[in-house]
């Protein structure tokens, strides 16, 4: 166990860091971070941020001197950056940023699980672009591999013909066909370091534009009856990578169950109602669990629960949301220009208690 008064180090300076900070002091843990020069939101809730380069291997010795369990808040962080860290400190298992980071890899490892991804074909050049369009069907996405997010690093291809007006990046990528759903969920758990998993209960994710709009509790029916399905995948997942800490899949609910979307080997965004919502955050489960603490529940406190993300220049004007009757939780995550498409805040409105 890492006992209160030790240090945690994370990886990363932004929103997710930021509220894991505020987790790990309720604790009574100390928070230092680590990211390249940028709007770094976590520094300010951190006894020390190191502002320096991936590549900057003195800096990550000095940092990862300093702590006594590091993680991450984003599952970008390069590789050669993490392998600086001693294996012993790090939560979760590095081999789960190495699967995320490559969503070619990462389908192949979710088949190997027996999940279901959509179809899809690895693509290296824009001949084998246009060769997978004819395999695959259209309608269809290109996606980088590597390093995409929220919309970006994706491209929609309608037809075989439309592929033509789609330039290939140059780099490697993953044609992936369209999904026929019914709603986006996620399943989020925390596994801990004796190998106990717990879940939180799913959401339905509406997403606008690539990005994550709401989450919303209870979801639908046609959800709610393809959430265990998706646990056990999501469960043996945890156990192949010997994951500790909060881990998210995402998924489509279609006519013949789930689709697996996307792994997230971290806390996430279709999580943050747990904050107000459930017994425990997954911010402070995943603290709790990189420290070997007793995990906390999960179990959602309302009949009713909806995370809303606050974009871009909405921020400048989200406070009028706590004049609001009923119970909304804002949260605004201290990012210096509310740029459009960028993450600035979220809002919580809860309903009236469960049972």
Known sequence: ?????????????????RMMAVAAAQLG??????????????????HDFFENGWGDKPALAAFAAKCDVVTWEFENVPLSAVEMIPAGMLAPDPRALETAQDRVKEKRFIEDMGGRPAAYMAVGSDDEFKQAVERVGAPGILKTARDGYDGKG??????LRDADSVRFPGKSCVYESMVDFEAEFSVILVRGTDGEVRFWDSTANVHEEGML???????SASVSAQIEEARQLAARVAEALRYVGVL?????????????????????NSGHWTIEGAATSQFENHVRAICGLPLGSTATRFAHVEMRN????????????????????????GKKEAREGRKMGHVTRVGHAAG
């Open 1 to 17: 166990m890492i006992a209160p008064g030790s240090t945690i180090g994370i990886l990363g300076g932004g929103q997710l860091g």
């Open 213 to 219: 709009a709401t989450s919303t509790y209870p979801p």
């Open 154 to 159: 994706q491209w929609r291809v309608s037809s």
């Open 310 to 333: 606050i974009v871009g220049e909405d921020a400048l004007t989200a406070h009028e949301i706590l004049a609001e009757d009923g119970e909304a939780h804002l949260h605004l995550y």
């Open 248 to 268: 998210t899949l995402e998924f489509f609910a279609t006519a013949n169950g789930p689709v697996f979307n996307e792994m997230a080997p971290r806390v996430h």
């Open 29 to 46: 843990y100390k928070v230092i971070g680590y990211a390249p020069a940028g709007d770094n939101v976590a520094a300010d809730l951190c």
